[in-house]
């Protein structure tokens, strides 16, 4: 399977403590986003990276929130401390390079996080 | 910022009726325009797309068309089956990430 993957696929923990997601995404693809879908909305942005740097970052992302791609391949998400409204599908997705770019996203099938 | 209003749903439709999915958006260019779906159990993939103005997407028998002047991307099936039963999220891509609407959860009968 070449596309995106995510991992865990579920978590649940207990609220005070730390989780972090995995995601690796298509070979070929520089950019790597995460997103965040709560029930019933379209997923929020959170951050993106083009390689190792990440470029952009969203208000939705408070300090407990920290995102890497050390290597400008796969990515992890962080989340510290976790509270019950971190509860929420993280979408992780990926795009071609600039250039051979239409804009279109690649996503995973998501990690879901339940904090108890 | 960048926004995506798509019509409240959920819609529920009898096999082989007619679906239209209303989307407007507002953004500060020209956006690139795209209509995701999300079938149950499964992640996000694309359906459709259009990268500028009076271009119509396809697929699937799904289309929609880019229109500047009212900005909208109107999602239409002429006959829609069970298996579209799914939730639809029109989104649009200006400044190198996809800014998405709530989403539309579709419910086709038999």
């Known amino acids: 399977d070449t596309g995106v993957s995510q991992d865990p696929r579920h978590k649940i923990t207990k609220r005070g403590q730390n989780v972090t997601f995995r995601c690796d995404p298509i070979s070929e693809h520089n950019r790597l986003y995460w997103y965040r879908q709560t029930l019933g909305q379209g997923p929020e942005f959170l951050t993106y990276f083009q390689n190792e740097a990440q470029l952009e970052k969203s208000r939705l992302l408070s300090d407990r929130f920290s995102a890497e791609r050390p290597k400008g391949s796969f990515s992890t998400l962080e989340i510290q401390r976790t509270e019950q409204g971190d509860s929420a599908m993280y979408l992780c997705?990926?795009?071609?390079?600039?250039?051979?770019?239409?804009?279109?996203?690649?996503f995973g099938e998501g990690s879901r996080l339940t904090v108890l | 910022g960048n926004s995506v209003t798509q019509m409240e749903g959920p819609v529920t439709l009898s096999e082989e009726a007619f679906l239209t999915i209303n989307c407007t958006y507002t953004?500060?260019?020209?956006?690139?325009l795209f209509w995701y779906v999300q079938y149950p159990g499964e992640g996000l993939q694309l359906l459709l797309k259009a990268t500028k103005a009076d271009d119509k997407g396809s697929n699937k028998g799904f289309e929609a068309t880019y229109r500047k002047e009212t900005t909208s991307f109107h999602l239409e099936k002429g006959s829609v089956q069970v298996s579209d039963s799914a939730v639809y999220f029109c989104a649009l891509n200006e400044d190198g990430k996809l800014t998405f609407g709530q989403g539309t959860i579709l419910t086709v009968h038999p």
């Open positions: 953004a500060t260019g020209y956006p690139s």
């Open positions: 997705a990926s795009s071609k390079p600039s250039g051979s770019n239409t804009g279109e996203l690649f």
